[in-house]
Structure formats: C-alpha cells, structure tokens
C-alpha cells in the first residue's frame, strides 16, 4: 500500500546492502568547542534580588531569561519570564519575592570543551533557548544560545552576506 500521495517513500541510500558509500562524515564546524561561540558578557541575577527589579532588568535588556550567580560567579540557577509569570499567577506580591524562591535550580550547563554540535542537539531537542556555560568549579564562563549557532554555522558557511531577496528566489 502506497501512503497518501501515492509515492513511495524515499530510500535511504546507506541502508542497501548494495551501496559501498559510507555515510556522509559530520559537519566539521559542528565539532568546534562551544568557548568559540558563547557570549561571554552575560546579564546575571543574584538570589537575593527581587523578582520585581529582575523583571524591570528582563524588560529593558529584551530578555527571556538569566543565569543566577552567587558572589563567587558559581551559577545556582535561572530565572526565566516564565517562571516569573507563573508565579506572580500564585502570588499576588510577586514581585517582592526573591529570585532565589522563584527560579529553576536543575540548569543543564555545558563545559567550554562540550562540542557546538552538542549544544545544537540540545536547542532541537529541549527546546531551549540559551545554555549557560560553566568551568569545572561551576563558575559561569558565558552562555551559548541557538542564535550563536545559527550565526556561526552562516558564518562559516557563507563568506560573503546573503542578501535576503536571494534567499526566497
């Protein structure tokens, strides 16, 4: 029976016994560190800050969410709008909170050595955003988010601009 459409399904050429070619290898720039990526000036919280002023500093900066540093620089969590939203849904004084009551301890991180092709698994796979990145001692070195791999990966595609018009002829 043939699906919708009437056409069979394309062959995966690497599945025939028949074919000697050996799966393509992985791209390259996908085994770069993610150190040569990361944004390394990177907006922080501390626990003891209010929900309200991370929510005034979220608004103006433009952004979704913040790693959450103790005084050493270790990372101890993220505050994400989310979160924040969802609280001030239980808690009418929300804004007085601390970040430290309201954001998400269990970070997945990744080490400066983790590969960008790691990183681009995890944004297809979890869905995030941004992953913070942090040394041995788990202090935050930089985050890497999915628009760092989009532009390198464009960058080193393509030396030269792409024009938008050329894009969508």
């Not at 608004?59 to 939203?85: E, K, N």
């Not at 970040?99 to 990183?119: F, H, S």
């Not at 941004?130 to 001692?137: E, M, Q």
């Not at 202090?139 to 960058?155: C, E």
């Amino acid at each position: 029976m043939l699906p919708r459409g009437g056409q069979r399904p394309a062959e995966n050429p690497y599945l025939r016994e028949d074919n000697p070619t050996e799966p393509p290898t992985p791209c390259p720039m996908m085994n770069e560190a993610v150190r040569t990526i990361m944004t390394t000036e990177v907006v922080t919280a501390y626990p003891e800050q209010t929900v309200g002023e991370i929510a005034e500093l979220m608004l103006s900066g433009q952004l979704q969410q913040l790693p959450v540093i103790d005084h050493d620089g270790r990372l101890v969590g993220i505050i994400t709008s989310y979160d924040m939203w969802r609280d001030c849904r239980i808690n009418p004084d929300s804004e007085k909170r601390l970040v430290g009551e309201v954001m998400n301890t269990r970070v997945l991180k990744l080490a400066p050595k983790d590969k960008v092709g790691t990183a681009a698994e995890l944004f297809m796979d979890r869905r995030f955003k941004t992953i913070p990145v942090v040394n041995l001692n788990g202090t935050l070195k930089g985050v890497v988010t999915a628009f760092d791999v989009i532009r390198y990966t464009l960058r080193k595609e393509y030396k030269e601009p792409i024009l938008f018009r050329e894009v969508i002829l």
